[in-house]
């Protein structure tokens, strides 16, 4: 699994930035303040997206896509949970998908296999399939949201309603 210290920090750090997401670093051994699952995923508070080095990039981008795809209104508040719907978590997942193309030495064939190690389930049994074969509601729900275009690509917008 590919962890934030194998990775481009600034590069990622930017990645976040554009999407209005500040990339904080916790001491090794620290809790991350803000995680959802605890241990080294990644925690979020506000505009702060919180890590250690041993956070998995995936973890890192599952948050930002949650940051991106919530309402402002819940973006206010946000503290640990993200909350929404299934619909916006399957948004989520394939967003995160997306965004590992823009990390260097990610990108999304390694996003798959993190995703699937982690332990992400999908009805068609792996991530790869479900993103290639299964997750049209996923694209539509982003595309209906402005976060991709109409060929599934960044539009680098944060949702807005």
Do not use: N
């Amino acid at each position: 699994m590919l962890r934030l210290a194998d990775c481009d920090h600034g590069a990622l750090a930017r990645l976040l930035y554009a999407y209005g997401l500040d990339l904080r670093l916790v001491a090794a051994g620290d809790a991350i303040p803000g995680s959802y699952w605890g241990e080294s995923e990644a925690g979020l508070k506000g505009s702060t997206l919180l890590a250690r080095h041993d956070t998995p990039i995936h973890s890192i981008l599952h948050e930002a896509a949650h940051f991106i795809c919530m309402t402002p209104e819940r973006r206010v508040g946000l503290d640990r949970d993200a909350g929404g719907d299934d619909d916006e978590e399957h948004a989520v997942c394939y967003l995160q998908v997306l965004l590992a193309d823009g990390v260097r030495g990610f990108g999304r064939e390694r996003a798959f296999r993190d995703m699937d190690e982690w332990g992400y389930s999908f009805r068609l049994g792996s991530t790869r399939a479900w993103f290639e074969q299964d997750a049209e509601g996923a694209r539509e729900w982003l595309q209906a949201h402005g976060i991709i275009d109409a060929d599934a690509a960044l539009t680098g917008g944060l949702r807005d309603a």
